[in-house]
């Protein structure tokens, strides 16, 4: 492994603890980033009673779906920049992060949020050194798809 | 005041007690309806430490402006078919009420979310019978916009 | 064959060759429909200088991009409406598509619209009866991928 | 004037020249830069037979609306950008407007396309020096909303 495949690996773990431990709203949701690599992230949000939108049907908030949607894209976009370069000093990728935010996000409701344990995913579909856009799904323990989501990130 | 007019002041009154009180995600949130008419909605949210989304900034997560702006969303829409007839029956709106549901949403986030309190309002741009589309705005208590909403909302 | 299928396979060629000969700005910009049936429809666009955006980079217009993406959209929802009833009339089946309209789409624009000849397909990733979602995607004749489109269709 | 107005000046100017008369599909449409200046811009279109999109209703294509509100847009985020800073180099001003490009473009069809001629106009949400985030519209002569448009676009 070179000094900057070193690096990568660090600072993605580094940013896996922090969104999975130290992120206040995601604490509150019980989400966890279950995976983050280079090749992607996965990122689940099990099913409690605080997360639902509608009594009547016990389905997730629509929020819920959103947050986890925005933190996949958020996370995929930022793989997406560290595996750009190869050269990566680690406080040049530190600051990156720190400016890493959403511009915009589309989230396309599919069907009913039922289920016990939701998993949201994504790529990247446009990828630069100042923005980049990604496609982010959320399933259900079923496979059942959810939701989609676009995002476009500012990611310099 | 008509019948239908009394019908119409009923229902909407007894969504935004079901939508301030009784939505669990709402609870989590401390989202509060503030204002429910004809003429429009007002939705807050009041931050604490739970909704921070960035711990160096201090400001609200993405997923907490955009469940907001949603549910604006949502009410808006539900508001305007409502508005649209003058011969509804409590039963029918009910009805409506079920079966109401995001179909996609877009949010811009245009600047950090600091504040103290945050305040959702919205108006429908397309109005119909079985679908309605509304923009959105989330705004902090020194009036700073925070982000825009764009909401297609099935109604029928 | 029966009766239904007839039915669906005599509206979409039907469908087919007004898309590809009787819209005014079809014709203008030179769009035709390759493949039209319950599987899904192929559009394509042959580049032309009067579809340049940019004289300098002799690239697709970004309004042509949109305009494919959302003929592509229109079509696939329209042929999921028809795929998912076996027993609809030919009168049913025209009046609805009077009324097939675009709600709202969003174009991601991925990379220059450089090529000789693009192509438009898409699917459906929410179908309903009164309303559809879509993805659709353009592609240039080397295969490298110009465009996403999201598009919402009012189908009933 | 100082000497960085007079620049910006010269350079919108230009722009809009190139824009009005200068990319081939502005001139198959028949679009006009009616306006463009630091306080806003105004793109008009014409109908002809030839921008329809549905014969029945003789109404304008939908990919007219999407090009329409697109050039808005962007013309909208360079005049932006220009405002921004009063130092400007017209060299520096002329790379911006190369790389000046539609990341993502939101379209809300509002009602059907009727009239005879349809005016675009556009304000920035959000301003940067690598991203800017414009809100759209286009109404008929009559006054009536067509479309609104939300886009995003890389400017430097």
Redesign the interface.
Known sequence: MSQSEAISKKVLAMVAEVFDQ????????GMRIQRYDLEGVEVTVEMK????????QQIL????T???L??VGGLTAFAALVAGRDDWQEEELRARL?TL????????????GRGQKFTGTGQV??SGN??S?C?MELHNESGQ?IA?G?G?Y?T?
């Open positions: 130290h992120i206040p709203f995601h604490n509150l949701l009673p605080e997360l639902i939108g509608n009594i009547h908030h629509g929020g819920v959103a947050t986890v925005d933190v720190q935010g959403t511009i915009d996000m589309r989230v396309d409701y599919l069907r009913p579909i446009r100042k923005v856009v496609r798809h989609f676009t476009t500012l310099g």
